[in-house]
Nanobody
Framework: QVHLVESGGGLMQAGGSLRLSCAAS????????MGWFRQAPGKEREFVAS????????YYAASVKGRCTISRDNAKNTVSLQMNSLKPEDTAVYYC??????????????????WGQGTQVTVSS
């Protein structure tokens, strides 16, 4: 059974930084591209970033490019999202997801096979 568990969310101040992590189990991790999505209240879930199985390719939404870095550790079955210069509009529940049939940049929710439960990020101004 596949499990994706996010951690690292919380209440942050604008301009600050945080690092989200996602621990994966029950799958051959390196075979899956991984993505981060977020969903703000009343809005649809939106793409944030994706990374290929090897970690050699990464993609970012325009709204976070230059402020976020996605990375993975295939030895530890984890994927992380470093977010800097946080803005109130970054407030959302952040989800990690796994995609076996990776077709970059994999920005749609339908591309992903497994999802975590999400972690809340709140950025105050």
């Amino acid at each position: 059974q596949v499990h994706l568990v996010e951690s690292g969310g919380g209440l942050m101040q604008a301009g600050g930084s945080l690092r989200l992590s996602c621990a994966a189990s029950g799958l051959t991790f390196r075979s899956y591209a991984m993505g981060w999505f977020r969903q703000a209240p009343g809005k649809e879930r939106e793409f944030v970033a994706s990374i290929s199985g090897s970690g050699s390719s990464t993609y970012y939404a325009a709204s976070v490019k230059g402020r976020c870095t996605i990375s993975r550790d295939n030895a530890k079955n984890t994927v992380s999202l470093q977010m800097n210069s946080l803005k109130p509009e970054d407030t959302a529940v952040y989800y990690c997801a796994a995609d076996l049939r990776y077709s970059p940049p994999a920005t749609t929710t339908s591309a992903y096979d497994y999802w975590g439960q999400g972690t809340q990020v709140t950025v105050s101004s």
